[in-house]
Structures are given as structure tokens and as C-alpha cells.
């Protein structure tokens, strides 16, 4: 009988730097885009830091941490060109800030600010919270490009929790039956909340789980900036040619889940101690600094210019007047439904605006 045992697929994945930051395999980055990469990395690094310290002093409302991602996000959001389009979950303020979505834009949303909400103008749609629905939008919107022969890529960022969810698994057909330019980038960070990757799946990859839908998998150490971007641009050609692709991300969010959960209840000390070692800022620095690239000056002039500029995105946040209920209603579509039109009115009559 030829059973296709289950795992019987050999998945490696793919590292140019390794946890040492030695460059083990090629790279078509620049100068130039080595340290912009890098400067993103410790951007969002920055950001997370404040905004979780914002959210204890009560300024800000809950906020998902993305510290251990970066290079995930960085790297991955770097390899696309403008015209392409990403749908972000909650915890990917890093790959939006790539795009060009201000660091004042998700203060506000973690505020909630109705304008934080608004970032499709950089080609990023709102960030979406229900787990795995952006899969869908994502194959909608690669439909529409090819549909109107744009020559656009959209991206999925998705956590290894979605893929339990139908959304994603529907997404995925459809995409690969419509052989639509959509890549669907999982980042495992190893949890769904305080649940591990093993009670998820069975499959010891993700990225196996393209071989079902007719689609082109592959798995990349997401702590390794390098070896995520080379995977992108390869994925967003092979995508942008009606080949959708499946990429699994290997990655560890060093943080809780959002400011609301203690991970110490779920996770072991060890296991936190051996994802540190893999921090993907410091091999991506040592990099750098074997190249000569970078030095401890520069590294503290980054921190300061940093830390003015996320300062003022923080002070444009608190001066943003509060969005009211008629302007969320106002917002849903560009001409209101008749129903929804009845409800702007009933909200004008109730006085609230006033
Ligand atoms: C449809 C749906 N079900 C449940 C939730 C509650 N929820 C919020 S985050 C989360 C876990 C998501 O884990 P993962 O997809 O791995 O992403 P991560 O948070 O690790 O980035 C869940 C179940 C939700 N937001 N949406």
C-alpha cells in the first residue's frame, strides 16, 4: 500500500545568519539595506519597550508585544516593493512600520483612536484581531489584483494559532485552486496565548501543511533577518507569477502574549533562557560589526534620534482629539446603507455629538 505516513516529509529550514551572526549563506541585501534593516529591528524594539511601559502607567490600552519577532517582521516586510499590500494581526507594528505606517498611528490605536485604525493609504489594512480572518481578505485582495492584472502581491501575517482556524485553511485552497499572488507568513512564535504549539497541530511543520493545498511551503529560522528576506523575495516572485506560497516563520515572542497575561504561568524559565540566545537584534549586530559596518557610537546616536522621535508620536497621540460613535458609523462603508444611514441619524438625534 503506499499510505503517505504522517511527517514523512523531511522539513529543514532555511538560515543565512546564524545565532553566532555569521553569514552562512548568500545575500543580495546592500550596505545600505543592511542597516536600514537593522534600524527597523531596533526601531520596533524601541517602540515595544515604551508602549508596554505606557500601558503600565496606564496611557495606553493592552498591547500585543512583538520583542523576539523583529527580524520575522523586518525582514519579511523589507522584501516586498510599495505597490503590495499586507494584512497584519494585532502584534506586527514591526512589518507596518517597514510599510510606512507611522509609529504615532499605533499609539492611537492602542489608545483607541478611531485614525489608528485607518492605515490602508501604505498598502497596510487594518490590523486584524479576529485570529485568521486576514487570510481570507488576503486571498480577496490577491483575487482583485489579478483580476485587474495589477502586478501586486498580498501578504498574510498570521500566528501559528490561526492555522487551527477554517479561515486560514479556506484561504489557503482558495488561493492555490485560483493560483492567486497571495504568501501566507506564519510566524511561529510557539504560542496561541498560553497554548503550545503541539496541542495545535500534529504536523511537525507548518509549512508542511502547503503540500495539501497544491502549494509551495517553506520553513526559515524567523529569528534571522537575512535568510526571511531572501525567502520573502523569492516567495512574493514565485507568488506574483500565480504560485501562492506558504511560509513558516521559526520564531519565539520573548514577552507575554498581550500586557494583560503572565507568561510565567505557561512557559519554562530554560526554554526562554534558549530562545534569548537566538535574539535575532544581537546576531544581526554582531553581523554588522564583523562587516564594520556599525559601531557602539552609532548605536547609541540610533537610541537617542529613537527615542525623540517615539516621544513625539507619543505626544501627536495625546493631542489626537477622541474619535465619537458617528464617526466609526461614518467609517464602515464609503456610502452608508440605508441602515446604517437610520443609525447616524438616531445617533445625531440622541444628542451624543454635542
Ligand atoms: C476567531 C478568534 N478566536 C479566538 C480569539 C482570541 N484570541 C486572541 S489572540 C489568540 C491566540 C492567537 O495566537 P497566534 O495565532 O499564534 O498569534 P500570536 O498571538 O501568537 O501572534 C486567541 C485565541 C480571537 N481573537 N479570534
Known sequence: MNWIEPNSIDVTPIQHLNEQGVLTGKTVINDEEKLDIYKWMVKARRFDELAVKFQR???IGTYAPLTGQEAAQVGSA????????????????????????????????AMGHLHGGILKEEGVFPVQIIIGAQALHAAGSAWADQYKNNDAVSVAYIGDGATSQGDFHEAMNFASVFQLPVVYFVQNNQWAISVPYHKQTRSLSIAQKALAYGMTGVQVDGNDAVGVYETMKEARSLAKDGKPVLIEALTHRMGPHTTSDDPSKYRSKEGDEAWGKKDPIARYRKWLEGLQLWSEEEEQDLNASIEDELKQAFNEATETTTTSLGDALGYVYEKPTNRLREQILEWKGSGESK
Do not use: N
Open 57 to 59: 502607567q496606564g496611557k
Open 78 to 109: 523589507f522584501a516586498l516593493e510599495e505597490k503590495d499590500w499586507i494584512f497584519p494581526s494585532y502584534r506586527e507594528a514591526a512589518a507596518c512600520f517597514v510599510r510606512g505606517t507611522k509609529p504615532s498611528s499605533f499609539f492611537k490605536y
